[in-house]
């Protein structure tokens, strides 16, 4: 059943762990005025090997601790949630996946083969293909998992040279395939987008997905009369179900700033 929010509550934007942040950013840099609950399912990452039953599960208790912080709109940002779970369930407030948006700006932006740069889980729920594939039935979609991206990215590797030669491994057969587009289809992927371009090369473009469901958001939030006034005050809150060492310094890095964000962990039923 929907609930009705107020224009002045917060964007709620889970994850299965950190890469999230990513489109915490988006919407943040998109829609400067609003507040943000981020919730970082780290104890129980990775969603992408449990199974579709357990990642519907946990994404239900995520949405109703969001929920129960007021939340007014929520991002799935996590692919995997977005292609098993988001389908079967009926959220109160306004909520987007990070497929579709992605989806959708690949499908405008391709000359005709898009290539799909995403986890090993999200290759084999062959979301994006089928996203595709119903917004342009003659779109060829060639996906390649990179499972070594993901921990690049959490070291901070992004412009080192075995970065480099790594994204030429995935990169190369895609690209002598004659994929004009790529999708960057982990939250994750996004901080290594300076480094991809200048792999593929000036002739293919990249579409990011945070940046895709920001802009979603954005423009959802404004039909139905929710987006914050220009000029509220926001505050951002960060959840993780798991204390990392880590977490704190990978949202500064990603975020830009600490100054205006807390952080806090909690247990999920």
Do not use: Q
């Amino acid at each position: 059943m929907a609930v009705a929010r107020s224009a002045s509550a917060p964007i709620g934007v889970f994850d299965s762990g950190v890469g999230g942040l990513t489109v915490v950013a988006a919407l943040t840099r998109r829609l400067s005025a609003e507040s943000v609950v981020y919730l970082g399912d780290t104890a129980r990452l990775p969603y992408g090997s449990k199974s579709p039953a357990t990642v519907t599960r946990y994404t239900r208790n995520n949405l109703r601790f969001l929920y129960e912080r007021g939340v007014k709109a929520v991002v799935v940002a996590c692919n995997t949630a977005s292609a098993l779970a988001l389908p079967n369930l009926e959220p109160e407030v306004p909520t987007w996946g990070v497929i579709e948006p992605g989806a959708r700006r690949a499908a405008a932006a391709s000359a005709g083969h898009v290539g799909v740069l995403a986890t090993e889980s999200t290759v084999r729920s062959d979301a994006y293909p089928r996203a595709l594939a119903r917004l342009a039935p003659g779109l060829a979609v060639t996906s390649r998992a990179c499972p070594l991206f993901v921990p690049l990215v959490e070291e901070g590797w992004h412009d080192d040279p075995v970065a480099e030669e790594i994204a030429h491994r995935y990169l190369d057969p895609l690209l002598a395939a004659g994929v004009d587009t790529l999708v960057l289809g982990c939250t994750h992927y996004p901080l290594l987008a300076p480094l991809l371009a200048r792999v593929a090369g000036p002739g293919v473009t990249l579409v990011d997905s945070a940046e895709a469901v920001a802009d979603e958001v954005a423009e959802g939030l404004a039909a139905a009369g929710l987006a914050a006034g220009d000029g509220a005050a926001p505050r951002h809150h960060l959840y993780v179900t798991d204390a990392s060492t880590g977490f704190a310094s990978f949202a500064a890095r990603i975020l830009g700033r600490g100054d205006d964000a807390t952080l806090e962990w909690v247990e999920i039923a």
